[in-house]
């Protein structure tokens, strides 16, 4: 693919970077305009969108290196080297909504905010943002998928991609588009919802589901290192049957308090 996008002078533009720079731009551009569904005033607005990115940032990076560790080098200062010099890739998505999640948590308790409303108006836009940034792992070659021989499969062939050595030129489950496809769908489908009458806090459940089943599924198609975990899952596996169960639970007596009232 085009790990970088074009050279002026030393200056590189990694195609990475400027998609994850839009995936958070276009996704806050969406929530700005709809800023009437909901009473918050723009510095508060803007404050959670720079707090969710910075803790989600380290979450997925603190994630990644703790999942390939044994990956990184023979020794501490060798995975520490690595993990530096490679700052730029390398992210796990449920690292960063971890510690987004638990971030935020304690910044809307702290300012006394509806956390549940709140949540409900953000998570519309996560999906959208997640399908951007993944067709940046797509140019860059990272989060690849295994070998195949669908008609398509695609081949990565530069050398500076992020593709395993082995892989180069093999055609590989475009697994990053796979989940750019299910991220939009998701996308619409949440949109769709939260224009519904609903419990606050309906609209959050049925992210995590929704992405947990889909993040699944797209799990069995990945070529990267997955790291062995439970069962044969990886660890992205059991995190998303994890949190789909909580959520599913959370839906469930929603549902309940809701049929109650009525």
Known sequence: MHPTLFHIGSFEMASYGLMM???YLI??????????????????FFNIIFIAFISALIGSKLLYIIVSWGEM???FTERLVFALQNFRYGFVFFGGAIVAIATLLYYLKKKN???LKIADFYIVALPLGHAIGRIGCFLAGCCHGRPTDMPWGIAFTDPHSLVAP???GVPLHPT?????GLNLVLFFVLQYCYKKQHRPGTILALYIIGYAF????IEF???DFRGGFLLGMSPSQCIALATAAVAATALYFLKKDTSHAE
């Open 214 to 217: 889909l993040r699944f599924f």
């Open 221 to 223: 198609f990945r070529g």
């Open 113 to 115: 905010l509806p956390v």
């Open 73 to 75: 080098g023979s020794t």
């Open 176 to 180: 990053q588009l796979y989940e750019v």
């Open 21 to 23: 720079a839009l995936a």
């Open 27 to 44: 996704p806050t551009w969406y929530l700005y305009r709809r800023l009437h569904y909901i009473k918050l005033d723009k510095d508060t």
């Open 166 to 168: 082995q892989f180069l």
